[in-house]
């Protein structure tokens, strides 16, 4: 697979629910630190330190892929990234949007 249009379908697929069997709970098997490399880049990961709304810089939640389309800051890399505390604070400002 090399483009992130046929990972998105192939992820899709394999996630998607049986309206017929609602109650079935899938198992998703992954590879242990898929996405782990995205840390080695110290530029990449300095972009999306958290910032206090109270400065003047907003924290950059956001991931480009290659083709260099902007998307949201994927969960992994969220949770790796920031503390408990700080994704609350986030929850918070983005609540009062």
Known sequence: IRSEKAISYCVKYVTKINPQKPNYIPKILTSAGIG?????DQDRVEKNFYVPKSETDE???????????KIALPIYYRN????DEEREKLWIEHQEL
Request: charged share 30%; proline share 0%.
């Open 80 to 83: 790796k990234i920031y503390t």
């Open 36 to 40: 782990k490399g995205y840390f080695y």
């Open 59 to 69: 924290t950059d939640e956001s991931y480009r892929l290659r083709g260099g389309q």
